[in-house]
């Protein structure tokens, strides 16, 4: 336990996590959520996800500061559930960090973060996000979109997230969105759970590659717009992917995370990998998985966002 500077305020200690350097992090601020989408791993059986499980305001400020000092965080992704329903608390809490994003699922509307990346969910065209996302979402996030003030030096992007159910519709998602007042459109693919055989997942990764062929004639038709790179989009390829994401994880660079989810009696309880645990590795689709490989291969800085 320890005093801050007014004398009756008592904040608990974070969970011990260990001495480890994670230069970035993720945290679930709350497990609410007002969408329930149907590819979403974070309220999957095995992981933290309890909307009971709550932690205030004051005490998530002082244990993120502690863990970054600890394990030197540099870098902050605020997720949740729907961090914007903690919007006033996520605004704050990103001056801890030297950088800071949110993904949102963007239904509260596009939050103004200057100098920050903000993700915003969006997982295809209409009649294809709709029956993941649930019925007018897209209709509001455009909404949002176009209601923000794009001169607020807030970097908005949208993520797509595509399943074997949505995987038709990319062109038809960046031809619909392509005029959107955004600064990019990015894609990254299901992660499945282990032993998982959905309308989602592939099960074979060679179904999987002439998607990724897809999005590489999108970022070719689209160089400015569509943020992937084509040497990582490569390696996600069948006859690769596995060197990058091993059957357990071994080699992946996300694992370099550390991911914070809201555990029991709300402490901070870390899973797998920020896709929770009980995740099938040898069919991930993170794309930050193999953009990361690539730049560890390319010898380049890691991405920091
Ligand atoms: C879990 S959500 C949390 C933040 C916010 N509620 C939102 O929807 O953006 C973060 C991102 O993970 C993506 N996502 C959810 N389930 C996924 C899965 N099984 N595999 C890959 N990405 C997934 C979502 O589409 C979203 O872009
Ligand atoms: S909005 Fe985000 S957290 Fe909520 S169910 Fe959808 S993907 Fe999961
Ligand atoms: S599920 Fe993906 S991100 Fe998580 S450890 Fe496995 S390969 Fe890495």
């Known amino acids: 336990m320890t005093l801050i500077s007014e004398p009756?305020?008592?904040?608990?200690?974070?969970?011990?996590?260990?001495?480890?350097?994670?230069?970035?992090?993720?945290?679930?601020?709350?497990n609410v959520c007002n969408l329930s989408c149907r590819h979403c791993f974070v309220f999957r059986a095995d992981n933290p996800n309890a909307p009971k499980d709550k932690m205030d305001d004051a005490t998530m400020l002082y244990q993120l500061a502690v863990l970054r000092d600890k394990h030197h965080i540099e870098s902050?992704?605020?997720?949740?559930?729907?961090?914007?329903?903690?919007?006033?608390?996520?605004?704050?809490?990103?001056?801890?960090f030297p950088r800071s994003s949110?993904?949102?699922?963007?239904?509260?509307?596009?939050?103004?973060?200057?100098?920050?990346?903000?993700?915003?969910?969006?997982?295809g065209p209409e009649a294809y996000n709709d029956p993941i996302r649930g019925d007018g979402v897209y209709r509001k996030v455009k909404d949002a979109i176009f209601a923000r003030d794009p001169n607020d030096r807030t970097n908005v992007i949208l993520q797509m997230t595509i399943t074997r159910e949505n995987a038709p519709?990319?062109?038809?998602?960046?031809?619909?969105?392509?005029?959107?007042?955004?600064?990019?459109v990015?894609?990254?693919?299901y992660v499945p759970s282990k032993g998982e055989?959905?309308?989602l997942a592939w099960d074979d990764l060679r179904?999987?590659?002439?998607?990724?062929?897809?999005?590489?004639?999108?970022?070719?038709?689209?160089?400015?717009?569509?943020?992937?790179?084509?040497?990582?989009l490569e390696m996600m390829k069948s006859d690769r992917a596995l060197e990058y994401t091993g059957e357990n994880g071994e080699p992946c660079v996300m694992r370099h995370m550390l991911p914070l989810y809201m555990g029991?009696?709300?402490?901070?309880?870390?899973?797998?990998?920020?896709?929770?645990?009980?995740?099938?590795?040898?069919?991930?689709?993170?794309?930050?998985?193999?953009?990361?490989?690539?730049?560890?291969?390319?010898?380049?800085?890691?991405?920091?966002?």
Not at 88 to 95: N, W
Not at 106 to 114: D, E
Not at 169 to 184: C, L, R, T, Y
Not at 208 to 218: N, S
């Open 76 to 96: 902050m992704l605020f997720m949740g559930g729907e961090p914007m329903i903690r919007k006033k608390f996520v605004l704050e809490a990103m001056g801890l």
């Open 264 to 305: 029991d009696g709300g402490n901070f309880e870390k899973t797998f990998c920020c896709y929770g645990n009980n995740v099938d590795c040898s069919r991930c689709g993170a794309y930050a998985v193999f953009n990361g490989a690539y730049h560890r291969v390319q010898g380049l800085p890691q991405p920091v966002d």
């Open 197 to 199: 055989h959905s309308e």
């Open 102 to 123: 949110i993904v949102t699922n963007g239904t509260y509307g596009i939050p103004s973060a200057p100098g920050h990346l903000v993700t915003v969910s969006l997982d």
């Open 207 to 232: 179904e999987r590659d002439e998607v990724v062929d897809r999005v590489i004639a999108m970022k070719r038709a689209y160089p400015k717009l569509i943020k992937s790179n084509v040497g990582a």
């Open 186 to 189: 990015a894609f990254t693919f």
């Open 169 to 184: 519709a990319i062109e038809e998602f960046v031809e619909g969105v392509k005029d959107w007042p955004v600064d990019g």
């Open 8 to 30: 009756d305020i008592v904040l608990r200690e974070p969970t011990d996590f260990g001495d480890r350097t994670f230069r970035s992090a993720l945290v679930n601020v709350t």
